[in-house]
């Protein structure tokens, strides 16, 4: 397709004036000025002709996938000597120059169409030719605070198994019977086994390796809404990958698993640091999503494609007590196999009603409905705790070195 220039637009408007002056001096010679435009246009014509062609290997654009979120996503063209422009859906925002955007949220993120256009040499025609795409581009999490936060719980991991035998130290796993010596601790005496030979004996346990941590992610439409500005999921992906960090490098196996009505994304067991990778792109591809969660359906599916007994780490949030009949149900289920870690975020507006001043009725009444959900929000937590499913609560900006202080302290302790 051949487009006019700014110039050949210029050249076009600036004969109307002339028309004008012409058909005031000289009656009939408003039409050299019909004659200027038609040159103009036959010109625009040549020069669109004489651009150099553009090919359909000219719009292959490379999107870089995946992106992190805040990050800059630069398209590169296959030709520099081309104009380009992009369109690409949410979550990617236009930036400057045209095939910059920027990554806004997580999640998956589509190039739509691509235009090219070239100049002629007269420089008053664009040749220009767009095609449609389907590039998709994943934006991950931003992984800056995991390294640095992440490393840092690895090496205290490190640090509590230090002793003279290697892979020795606190851990839940059994070694061995050694003569009690001044600096351990007294809850390791093993008093039966000293009454049998005359002396104190301590047990030494090490540090279990291999065990299996899945961090499911709940997608639908509670987890969906903001705290803090940001939404629960988000905050959910940066605290199970802050945790699964420290689980790799500790010699764990490791599972991303996401669901909302049904399940939507699934790692499976991943070892090894250099997993992690795998993992980053699978918590990129977890969407938002605005049905309710089918904990039945779900969780039923993630207990049939585990192979053995496995930490369940579960990211949820919940209103009432009736809506989360059907999570304490299927939770009851999973016990049976697994051990269960239900993880919640502190919901720092509710409580801040209820602290908040009254001004008004309205502000009493809704301090009084804040202060009822709760209530019935406490109901539900002591109800799972009764059940044996341990719970941790934190505030959104602190949920991912509590849940990875929870890791190290578990695997640590006898």
């Known amino acids: 397709m051949i487009v006019p220039t700014q110039r050949a637009v210029m050249l076009v408007a600036a004969a109307a004036p002339a028309a004008l002056l012409l058909g005031v001096l000289r009656p009939g010679g408003w039409l050299i000025a019909v004659a200027w435009v038609l040159g103009v246009c036959a010109l625009v014509a040549i020069d669109g002709l004489m651009a150099r ?111 003279v035998r290697p892979e020795s130290g606190d851990g839940t796993e059994f070694q061995s019977l050694t003569d009690f010596q001044s600096g351990m601790e007294r809850r390791a005496i093993d008093w039966k086994a000293s ?109 049939q494609r585990l192979r053995r007994r496995s930490l369940i780490v579960l990211f949820t949030e919940f209103t009432d007590p009736t809506s989360a009949e059907l999570m304490l149900a299927a939770a009851a289920r999973m016990l049976r196999r697994h051990r269960l870690l239900f993880v919640l975020f502190r919901d720092a507006e509710t409580e801040a009603m209820i602290d908040a001043r009254p001004s008004a009725g309205e502000d009493v009444f809704r301090s009084n409905v804040a202060a009822a959900l709760l209530r019935e929000r406490r109901i539900v937590i002591e109800r799972l705790r009764r059940l044996g499913i341990e719970v941790v609560e934190s505030s959104p900006g602190d949920m991912g070195l509590a849940l990875a202080e929870y890791y190290v302290r578990s695997r640590e302790r006898p």
């Open 195 to 303: 009454a049998r030979h005359f002396g104190l004996l301590a047990r030494e346990y090490r540090t279990e390796r291999d065990n299996s941590i899945v961090f499911a992610v709940d997608c639908g439409r509670a987890m969906c809404e903001p705290v803090d500005g940001v939404p629960r999921i988000d905050r959910a992906v940066s605290a199970a990958l802050l945790a699964a960090f420290v689980a790799l490098k500790s010699g764990d196996n490791v599972r991303l698993f996401a669901f909302a009505g049904r399940p939507s994304a699934d790692s499976g067991s991943l070892s090894g640091a250099r997993s992690f990778a795998t993992l980053h792109r699978t918590a990129g591809g977890i969407d938002y999503c605005q049905d309710e969660s089918n904990y039945t359906l779900s969780l039923t599916e993630l207990d």
């Open 53 to 163: 062609r553009i090919a359909a290997t000219d719009l292959a654009l490379h999107a870089p996938s995946p992106v992190e979120v805040g990050r800059q996503v630069d398209l590169t063209p296959p030709d520099r000597a081309f104009a380009y422009a992009a369109e690409a859906t949410d979550p990617l925002v236009p930036a400057d120059p045209p095939l910059a955007f920027t990554a806004a949220r997580r999640g998956t993120a589509h190039v739509a169409r691509i235009w090219a256009r070239v100049a002629g040499p007269l420089g008053l025609a664009w040749r220009q030719r767009s095609a449609a795409r389907d590039d998709e581009i994943l934006v991950v999490p931003d992984l800056g605070p995991v390294r640095e936060q992440g490393m840092k719980q690895f090496l205290r991991s490190r640090q509590f198994g230090a002793r």
